[in-house]
């Protein structure tokens, strides 16, 4: 069965740096591949973080964490990474991964365009 699983979340204080990671199993990350990251506040709709496609290695980030989260993966792991750090209680969220094939064009920012998804992993900021 192809499966995505993030890991890496926690509670942290506002400052501190977390790194979680999505890997595939069951599968393989093509080149094809775009993988990305979104999270949802309790009340909020799901918010773009950021993406990568995986051949190229080009990425994209949201407004809010530009400057802040870095986005990489590890094609031997079957594995992509979001580097967190400066969190402030903002980003509070359940953090997502979604992988979907796309043939070219940046990456693609929008939930509805990803078809496999994880179960999403807790990041709470306290202040």
């Known amino acids: 069965q192809v499966q995505l699983t993030e890991s890496g979340g926690g509670l942290v204080q506002a400052g501190d740096s977390l790194r979680l990671s999505c890997l595939l199993s069951g599968g393989t990350f093509t080149s094809i591949t775009t993988v990305a990251w979104f999270r949802q506040a309790p009340g909020k709709e799901r918010e773009f973080v950021s993406a990568?496609?995986?051949?190229?290695?080009?990425?994209s980030y949201g407004d809010s964490v530009k400057g802040r989260f870095t986005v990489s993966r590890d094609g031997a792991k079957n594995t992509a990474y979001l580097q967190m750090n400066n969190l402030a209680p903002a980003d509070t969220g359940v953090y997502y991964c979604?992988?979907?094939?796309?043939?070219?064009?940046?990456?693609?920012?929008?939930?509805?365009?990803?078809?496999?998804w994880g179960q999403g992993t807790q990041v709470t900021v306290f202040p």
């Open positions: 979604a992988s979907v094939k796309q043939m070219s064009g940046p990456p693609l920012t929008s939930s509805l365009e990803y078809r496999r």
């Open positions: 990568i496609r995986w051949g190229g290695g080009e990425s």
